[in-house]
């Protein structure tokens, strides 16, 4: 089944030429693995592009599925090939309806099974909240999202037809569907899925991390790089 990971190589014109790597999202241990002698990590990363010229917030809304895909690395070939990882968080259960609701965190390698242990007992603790009716569905992925950016600082996202409006603020789930009986419980759609880490911001000085500055120009200049 693989770990799949989505990695991004900068190019000159400050938008990205993105690769697969079908191992890369098991540990982040890709973060050392790419130098500039070894910028396909040994063969670890497909030398074919999946897509280039885009820019950072299309790698999310338009290539970083949370339910497939487990991390993110985004690479500066021009800053001596340094790299960012970024673990992924699925923020969603079972056959959620908004399977596409995920969130990136930066992380380093040493510190990336903290993450995921952290999450997965979250999002596990939350699931049977939900079952129990103490919460909604829609409560209970709000807190998550809000404990993910708080603990984390990690960036959430909409995968596939985010809407271009989005509020900077955050995102409103849609409201569970209520079920009736005397408790008049808002209940949970679908089975809780006990991991959501992938099936899942500091900019270094040249400005390749989420908090830094944009990506410039969205044109068709030059390679990306590697």
Partial sequence: ???????????????????????????????????????LADGAIDGALLAD????????????????????????????????????????????????????????PADDRAVRVWFRATKTTLADVIEMGVLSRRAAQTYLEARVHEEWDGRCYTYGDAPADEPA????????????GADGLEGADGERDTDGVGTGENERDEGNRWDGEGNGREDEESGDGA
């Fill in 169 to 180: 603020g955050g995102y409103d789930p849609p409201l569970d569907r209520w079920l009736g």
């Fill in 53 to 108: 010229s885009i820019s950072r917030e299309r790698i999310l809304t338009d290539h970083l599925d949370p339910r497939v895909h487990e991390a993110l690395y985004l690479v500066a070939p021009d800053a001596g090939y340094a790299v960012d990882p970024y673990r992924v968080c699925w923020l969603e259960w079972g056959d959620g309806r908004d399977g596409g609701r995920g969130a990136i965190v930066a992380t380093e």
């Fill in 1 to 39: 089944m693989g770990h799949r990971a989505l990695v991004a190589y900068r190019r000159p014109d400050r938008l990205y030429g993105l690769r697969y790597s079908h191992w890369g999202g098991e540990d982040l241990a890709l973060a050392e693995a790419i130098t500039p002698r070894t910028p």
